[in-house]
């Protein structure tokens, strides 16, 4: 009977906690799915758009995450009776089936029956020949804001070789899931490539639609043109608002958690160390054979159509899990106290970095620091004053109200 009673006690005690613990659990769910099934992409404002490229043979610049709803945008296009005429496909492909730098072969759409021109390789440009015709190119794709993710790149080929053809421009903008924040060393002039053509930081915090008017206003497109743009903006949207996305931007970007680690964990790319290429986790961890730093265990595989070679293949590597990462609201995630404690620990320092890293990294300032020993506070200090101006710049050209 006392027995009886405590459990009695216990259960009068825990039954309001849980109640009120459960309430605010499934709030903040409902909250946070409010505010993301709130937003509405640029796509998804047919009338924005639909009246503009009427009568019009048009060009989309696309890949998988180019949706209107669960329709992907060409064939929605297709269905209004749009004069649809080529599709530009960027890294990864029109369908996004194609893994990190692999060559992506011009072919023909089997659903639709158009030509799909790849824009990656060595035609990273649209040519006079592809737009033959064209009266005007859409371009909708999802980013996730790091310098290094070459959307950004095929959008400014895509910007020139409209300003050199006398075409309209018409971007669908997207959030970008990254944009609350700006952080890492900014371009020197010295590492453009197609990883970075611009003296913009790793996290530049902008959506594509933004970083089209900023290439035009600051003169950045070859031989300083201007691209005509029409912009359909995102509605509902912040840059400190929350933003899942919907679709995988690449193969290798699986989950929100690898979004939000990717700006960060791509530095490796430039290194001996893995970040899960050729397991489910891409993106989400780092590690080596025979390391030291961490205990989390991983061996990768190939997997075709993702990672077909994956950097230590078949061997067991060992490392760090981040897949419990969380952003935290209003600060940056950027985080370099991963690589240079991955250097500091790697038992062969001469081959830790490769040729690649000072293009990710956008100048050899980074390399040399975390080789000198340089204290991650005074490496963060020496982007400030770079960081200060480009967030300068970045104001002129913003479209949705910001995080700060």
């Not at 109640?19 to 992409?41: E, G, R, T, W």
């Not at 903006?233 to 929350?242: A, E, I, R, S």
Request: proline letters at 5%; glycine letters at 6%; a positive charge.
């Amino acid at each position: 009977m006392k027995k009886f009673w405590h459990q009695r006690c216990l259960h009068k005690i825990m039954r309001p906690i849980l109640i009120i613990l459960f309430s605010v659990f499934f709030s903040a769910a409902n909250s946070f799915a409010a505010s993301k099934d709130s937003v509405i992409v640029g796509a998804e404002q047919p009338l924005q758009y639909l009246e503009i490229i009427a009568k019009s043979n048009i060009a989309v610049v696309a890949n998988q995450t180019s949706k209107v709803g669960n329709l992907h945008l060409v064939d929605f296009l297709l269905a209004k009776k749009a004069n649809v005429k080529v599709v530009f496909g960027p890294e990864h492909g029109f369908r996004g089936e194609a893994e990190a730098g692999e060559l992506v072969n011009s072919t023909v759409d089997k659903k639709t029956g158009l030509k799909v021109i790849s824009l990656y390789g060595n035609h990273k440009k649209p040519t006079k020949e592809d737009l033959k015709g064209i009266d005007m190119v859409v371009f909708d794709i999802q980013d996730v804001g790091a310098r290094f993710y070459t959307y950004i790149s095929t959008l400014q080929y895509v910007m020139e070789a409209c300003a050199e053809n006398k075409l309209t421009l018409v971007i669908l903008d997207r959030p970008n899931p990254n944009g609350f924040y700006i952080d890492g060393p900014v371009l020197n002039e010295k590492f453009k490539s197609f990883v970075g053509m611009q003296t913009i930081p790793v996290v530049h915090g902008m959506t594509i639609a933004e970083y089209a008017q900023m290439l035009n206003g600051e003169g950045w497109l070859d031989k300083k043109m201007s691209c005509n743009l029409k912009i359909v903006k995102v509605q509902k949207w912040t840059h400190y608002t929350p933003y899942v996305l919907p679709e995988k931007p690449s193969p290798n970007l699986p989950n929100q958690t690898s979004i939000y680690l990717y700006p960060s964990l791509c530095l490796f790319e430039g290194t001996n160390v893995s970040v899960g290429r050729g397991t489910d986790f891409p993106f989400q961890v780092y590690g080596y054979p025979n390391s030291t730093n961490g205990t989390f265990e991983f061996t990768p595989q190939s997997i075709p159509g993702v990672s077909k070679t994956p950097l230590h293949e078949g061997k067991k590597c060992i490392g760090v899990d981040l897949r419990r990462f969380a952003p935290e609201p209003r600060q940056s995630n950027f985080n370099i106290s991963w690589l240079i404690e991955a250097y500091k620990t790697t038992t062969d320092t001469s081959g830790f970095f490769n040729s690649f890293f000072d293009k990710l990294a956008g100048d050899s300032k980074l390399r040399e620091q975390i080789i000198a020993g340089v204290p991650e506070k005074e490496i963060r200090d020496s982007w400030k004053q770079d960081l200060n101006k480009f967030m300068a710049i970045r104001k002129k050209y913003l479209l949705y109200k910001d995080f700060n």
